[in-house]
């Protein structure tokens, strides 16, 4: 079950927002269907991405993925932990494997991602 405080991309990605600053990960699903991750690079911190934009590359002896930044904004902080122990992506998405944080830009919401029910059903149709 995905957490229900949580908004979800169509491409696997969730956010928290806390105030201004969204905090993105990706989901069980997502690491599930990659079987566990061996390599992980994300954006510098500063860098200025747009809602769709690219914001890291996650990889697995099986696929490699793109990761999506679902709001627009600033990476204000990255997860280096996740980055050195990828267990943390694998067994905790939802918690200490979060990947990074975004301020929004000004008037951002997360109105445009699906909830916990819409993720569910879309995963459910895969």
């Known amino acids: 079950m995905n957490p229900e405080n949580l908004r ?7 956010t928290k ?3 201004d600053t969204a905090t993105i ?12 991750p061996t390599f992980l690079e994300l954006a510098k911190l500063g860098k200025s991405v747009k809602r769709g ?12 993925s793109s990761i ?8 204000v902080e990255v997860n ?22 975004i301020k929004m830009m000004p008037g951002g919401d997360l109105g445009h991602l699906l909830t916990s029910a819409q993720y569910e059903a879309q995963i459910a149709g895969h």
């Open 80 to 101: 280096k932990a996740a980055m050195d122990n990828l267990a943390l992506v694998n067994d905790d998405p939802f918690g200490a494997g979060w990947l990074l944080k």
């Open 25 to 36: 990960g990706v989901t069980k699903f997502a690491v599930e269907q990659l079987t566990e």
């Open 17 to 19: 927002l806390d105030g």
């Open 8 to 14: 979800y991309a169509p491409s696997h990605e969730w």
């Open 53 to 64: 934009d690219e914001i890291g590359v996650i990889e697995s002896v099986k696929s490699t």
């Open 68 to 75: 999506y930044a679902p709001v627009a904004g600033e990476v």
